[in-house]
């Protein structure tokens, strides 16, 4: 009796210490969906995009995980400002990234820059750091979540002065992202979509991981056009394959509308006219179940 009793203890206190233990911010495959929108120069750049990890880099023997940024940006024509450019996509290297602990560090070119520090106790002030530019952020409480097999922080803050977020997530970053300014930004806007670990969503429902990759082949394959569009959205169909049809989604992955094409192979067109101005997820569903989306501005 006396041995079956230790083992039990020995199997809670292990149990404890797995799920007390350490988070590993990087493990799983994570990936964070982002948008944001910033005002340039009388343009208007719409941008939705993923960060990814791919590969690790050392550096004065400290290993870096490579953070990878895909997306695709669009731009709007501003009233009084000239053409603001075509759609672009991407995919390249954004930040070398390490975790120490409680700490997590971006490698600036010259030296290590705070990124994140997650040690504070209540009543701290969150300390400054690449991202975090709110200086008298104060916490307030913790709350202990499950995220990902993990035991993660989730901290509420008191904002002591004009600040622009009161609560983060454990190796997750805040409500605009992992990497984007804490504090107001006069022109720009930033939104922390989603995030996955090994493909799985657990953060978001508004999530399109492929950000830049299906968007670009949608765009190549399809000479998608105008976009900003107005009235009318123009395609070309392959001679090799059959559209059936086109789904509609809003920006919080909403579907609005269906429609059924027949228009055959070539030129093809539909009507937005009667859509509200924002942001809409077009994808194009073909015959052999392959479908290419990509992300449309309609003003």
């Known amino acids: 009796m006396e041995f079956m009793r230790l083992q039990l203890i020995f199997i809670i206190l292990s ?30 750049d719409y941008r939705d995009f993923v960060y990814y990890i791919n590969g690790d880099s050392t550096i004065n023997t400290q290993t870096y995980k490579k953070f990878y940024k895909r997306g695709q940006s ?4 501003g009233p009084l400002g000239p053409e603001c450019g075509p759609s672009t996509t991407y995919d390249a290297l ?20 705070l990124l994140y520090d ?10 400054v750091a690449y991202n975090v530019c709110d200086r008298y952020i104060v916490l307030d409480s913790v709350e202990q979540i499950t995220f990902g097999g993990q035991l993660r922080n989730k901290y509420y803050f008191t904002e002591t002065t004009t600040g622009s977020f009161s609560n983060m997530i454990e190796g997750l970053g ?11 930004q006069p022109n720009c806007g930033y939104q922390f979509n989603c995030f996955s670990l090994d493909g799985q969503v657990l953060l978001g429902t508004n999530c399109f991981f492929e950000a830049g990759i299906e968007e670009s ?31 509609i989604s809003n920006s919080e992955g909403k579907r609005v509308e269906t429609i059924e094409y027949s228009g055959g192979t070539g030129k093809g067109s ?7 101005p924002g942001i809409y997820y077009f ?17």
């Open 283 to 299: 994808r194009f569903h073909f015959e052999n179940g392959h479908d290419y989306q990509t992300k449309i501005v309609k003003i």
């Open 270 to 276: 539909c009507k937005v006219d009667h859509l509200t």
């Open 174 to 184: 805040w409500p605009g992202g992992f990497f984007e300014p804490t504090c107001e």
């Open 94 to 113: 954004a930040h070398l990234v390490r975790q120490d602990g409680y700490q997590v560090y971006l490698w600036n070119g010259t030296n290590d820059t």
């Open 15 to 44: 149990a404890v210490s797995y799920s007390f233990g350490q988070a590993d911010y990087f493990s799983g495959n994570p990936e964070w969906n982002q948008s944001s929108s910033c005002t340039i120069d009388g343009c208007v």
């Open 217 to 247: 082949e949608a765009a190549l394959l399809l000479n998608i056009r105008p976009n900003p569009v107005k009235s009318k959205l123009r395609f070309e169909v392959p001679e090799d394959k059959v559209l059936e049809q086109i789904f």
């Open 74 to 77: 669009i731009k709007t024509d």
């Open 118 to 127: 997650y040690g504070i106790s209540l009543g701290d002030t969150f300390p």
